[in-house]
């Protein structure tokens, strides 16, 4: 069975089935100074995201509006510790509920049917039909803001679809444009005033320890994004024989547990300290924060560190290239490494974007041990004091 046409063609009928089944919701009763605004992607997404939410609580446009987000509830506890102050109502998404439990969905539809949005705004890029889209349809609000964006989540029939459900559609700048300049581009609209924006923040600033620390993150949410676990390992080892008294934590969800241990015993030294799972977000926050340097690969870790200002080395694979790397500008300092093979296709910043909108010519396995040694150290230099 080619399983890839299987799930495309799942993915397919499911959408005409939610096109149908969505549109029988109660009736719509426009609440005044009433605002919805609509996020559901990942953690890295947020991060990108979250510093527009005060903004738009500031903005003279909508400061008096009762703002509801509507969220992925797979950052549930980030948004509630940092972002109350500008949100007054959350209303959360479980993704996969979202998509398998038929109840469940029409139960979050209504729920934001019954906001009487004023106004909806999306400011997701590349929207999803069954996600976002469907909520602000769900929204009935006339006042329906997002972005013309592009059909890199759906087949561009759907997306020409959920075009008629918004009222305004923005439009940014050509390609490449890092997500949080989109970000900015949209709400510079939606608003109708300019940000002062540059990079994402957290509350957590980085603090650098008195001891040198090492974060890895070896994990990521997709495979294909995971520089091999072998290579995680011996750099540890490289790192651990130059800095013989640092300290190493690695960190990740509980999927990740199994790769910390390989990490943890390759060392064979209690200077390793697995704490994949045993985080809760705010801490994971905090805990990279408080790192002398963080080597990740391409995950939410990546974000949490700059927008924290923690210096940090991130393997990337190249898709994307342009949109969520490298950060143009930043709150500390980043080295990003590319495989070798893939410097010649950022010769051309647009023809590279364009290339690796949906995927890459390289791997992250093509990565060397010594590219990733050689930042690391060299992010590690202002500590050398301490080494040995």
């Known amino acids: 069975m080619n399983w890839k046409r299987y799930f495309r063609l799942r993915h397919f009928l499911k959408t005409i089935r939610f096109l149908v089944a969505d549109q029988f919701l109660p009736e719509y009763k426009k609440r005044d100074k009433s605002l919805v605004l609509v996020k559901t992607e990942a953690i890295g997404d947020y991060l990108l995201f979250r510093n527009f ?26 948004a509630e510790a940092w972002d109350s102050s500008w949100v007054d109502d959350f209303i959360w998404i479980n993704r996969k509920r979202f998509v398998d439990d038929s109840d469940y969905r029409k139960s979050k539809l209504v729920e934001v049917r019954l906001q009487g949005a004023a106004v909806v705004a999306q400011a997701n890029y590349s ?17 329906a803001w997002g972005s013309i964006g592009d059909a890199a989540n759906d087949l561009p029939v759907f997306k020409n679809i ?19 300049g989109k970000n900015n581009a949209f709400f510079r ?3 109708g005033v300019e940000t002062d924006l540059q990079f994402p923040q957290t509350p957590d600033t980085w603090r650098k320890p008195g001891t040198i620390r090492i974060g890895l993150f070896p994990g990521a949410g997709e495979k294909i994004k995971q520089w091999p676990i072998a290579k995680f390992g011996e750099l540890a080892k490289r790192l651990g024989e130059v800095y013989t008294g640092a300290s190493f934590v690695v960190l990740g969800g509980p999927d990740d547990f199994s790769l910390g241990e390989e990490i943890r015993k390759g ?8 704490l994949c799972g ?26 949490f560190a700059a927008a924290s200002g923690t210096p940090q080395v991130c393997l990337l694979m190249g898709r994307h290239f342009g949109r969520f790397s490298p950060y143009p ?22 023809e590279c974007a364009r290339i690796t909108q949906y995927g890459s010519p390289c791997t992250i396995e093509e990565i060397g041990l010594d590219a990733v040694l050689n930042a690391s150290l060299s992010l590690l230099k202002d500590e050398i004091s301490t080494a040995r």
Request: aromatic share 10%.
């Open 278 to 303: 045993k985080t809760s977000l705010p801490e994971l926050s905090k805990l990279i924060a408080e790192l002398s340097i963080l080597i990740t690969n391409d995950s939410s870790a990546y974000h």
């Open 329 to 350: 500008i930043s709150r500390g300092k980043i080295i990003e490494i590319y495989p070798e093979r893939f410097q010649a296709y950022k010769q051309n910043l647009a």
């Open 267 to 274: 060392m064979q030294s209690d200077r390793v300290e697995n």
């Open 127 to 143: 929207r999803e039909v069954v996600f976002g889209d469907s909520l602000v349809r769900a929204s009935g609000s006339e006042q």
């Open 53 to 78: 939410l005060e903004q738009v609580k500031k903005s003279q446009k909508y400061h008096d509006y009762r703002i509801t987000l509507v969220g992925n509830e797979a950052w549930k506890s980030l």
């Open 189 to 191: 609209q939606f608003l």
């Open 162 to 180: 959920a075009d008629s459900w918004y009222s305004h559609l923005s439009s940014e700048p050509g390609i490449p444009l890092f997500e949080f």
